[in-house]
């Protein structure tokens, strides 16, 4: 077993603080590598809460992980010690089921291997993230990475950047289209890139005052505070798609009810309470109340390579290990720009 030290939570709520574990040893088709930088995801901080549902404990976090490539099993053939490499929310899944078969391995039938809080395909060994030192991977599940972009700031694309990347793909937003995105944290911010580069009209709605030059720079083309009810007056009606962000509980009825007829509303923030939607929202103007997971293996290296020509990353601020509750709880208050990042060197 290879000795490795992180970060983790021994039982729900718990500060998060360093310990020691082991990662198994490098077999013929895994990759090893070091972490140098992984992203602080609000998931990270739901499952150390136990807010989705009882979570495997001692629990270390992390599923936006980069760094460089140290070991390969002897049939590794996608990567050569040096290089830099990276994964995000999972590590392994049956391959044999209709979704794995056709790239959708998040939606794997037969329950994949989520990087942490989750459990290997041998359905009992736990499963430990990214705010560590060292992770084996089998090679299926780590993606290259371009030598050209800023590698801590290409972190956080490993969950933020594909999950609003998936969606708007799949529903082919774009040009013509006008897309608002509610909430503008790590998903949020990355949403505003990707819909601004596919050539859609983007509305950030937000809670935040204070984000509204972000929201600009970040080549949104509005700012709509939600809670101005002027404002918001004035959007009713008016959007083809909304990607809700949110963490928190939110009344989905009322920001559905700014769609346009056949309008869809995709969720993929994932707040701990379920939400309460009549018929009725759904009903009226043949709008859509829809959902969206991470995105599958071909399309996150896609979005890594489109992010590589495009020259998209994360807006990242780095941090201290040390600090990792702090971010915790600035997180809870919205208050991020747009991505926190460990610097794993300070582990
Ligand atoms: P984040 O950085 O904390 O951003 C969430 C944003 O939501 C905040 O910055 C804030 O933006 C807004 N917000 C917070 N509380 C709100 C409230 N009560 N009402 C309205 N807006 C509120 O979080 P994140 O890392 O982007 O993650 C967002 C959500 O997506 C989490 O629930 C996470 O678990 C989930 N997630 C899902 C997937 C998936 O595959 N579907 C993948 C990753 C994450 P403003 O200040 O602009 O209002
Ligand atoms: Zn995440
Ligand atoms: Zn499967």
Redesign the pocket.
């Known amino acids: 077993m290879i000795a490795s030290k992180g970060y983790a939570a021994k039982q729900p709520k718990a500060i998060l603080a360093p310990w020691n574990f082991e990662r198994r040893e490098v077999g013929p088709h895994d990759v090893q590598f070091d972490i140098l930088f992984c992203g602080v995801?609000?998931?990270d901080l739901?499952q150390v809460n136990d807010e989705w549902a009882p979570g495997i404990f001692p629990m270390g976090p992390g599923h936006e992980i980069v760094g460089k490539v140290v070991k390969i099993g002897s049939a590794v053939s996608k990567f050569q010690t040096g290089d830099l490499a990276g994964t995000g929310?999972m590590v392994d899944s049956c391959r044999t089921c209709d979704n794995c078969k056709t790239g959708l391995e998040?939606y794997c039938i037969n329950g994949g291997s989520f990087t942490y809080n989750g459990v290997e395909q041998d359905k009992k060994t736990p499963t430990y993230g990214g705010y560590s030192n060292t992770i084996v991977v089998h090679e299926d599940f780590v993606f290259r990475i371009s030598e050209k972009l800023s590698l801590a700031a290409v972190a956080p694309l490993l969950?933020?950047g594909i999950?609003t990347y998936s969606p708007l793909k799949y529903w082919k937003v774009g040009k013509g289209h006008r897309l608002a995105v509610?909430?503008?944290?790590?998903?949020?911010h990355m949403a505003v890139k990707f819909g601004v580069a596919f050539g859609a009209e983007v509305t950030?709605l937000?809670?935040?005052p204070g984000?509204e030059a972000d929201a600009k720079k970040l080549g949104a083309h509005k700012f709509v505070l939600?809670s101005n009810p002027e404002s918001i007056k004035e959007t009713t009606g008016y959007f083809d798609f909304i990607l809700d962000?949110?963490?928190?509980?939110?009344d989905i009825n009322f920001y559905m009810s700014l769609l346009r007829t056949n309008g869809v509303h995709i969720?993929?923030?994932?707040?701990p309470k379920p939400a309460e939607i009549p018929a009725f929202t759904v009903v009226g103007n043949r709008r859509s109340l829809v959902?969206?997971?991470?995105g599958g293996l071909p399309e996150t290296q896609e979005m890594l390579d489109y992010c590589a020509t495009h020259n998209i990353v994360s807006d990242i601020e780095m941090i201290n290990i040390k600090d990792i509750q702090k971010s915790y709880d600035r997180?809870l208050k919205?208050d991020?720009r747009?991505?926190f990042v460990i610097d794993m060197s300070t582990l």
């Not at 962000?245 to 939110?250: G, R």
């Open positions: 995801c609000h998931s739901h929310c998040q969950c933020a999950t509610l909430g503008l944290g790590g998903l949020g950030v937000s809670t935040s984000k939600t962000t949110v963490s928190a509980d939110h969720c993929v923030g994932i707040p959902g969206s997971m991470i997180m919205g991020v747009y991505r």
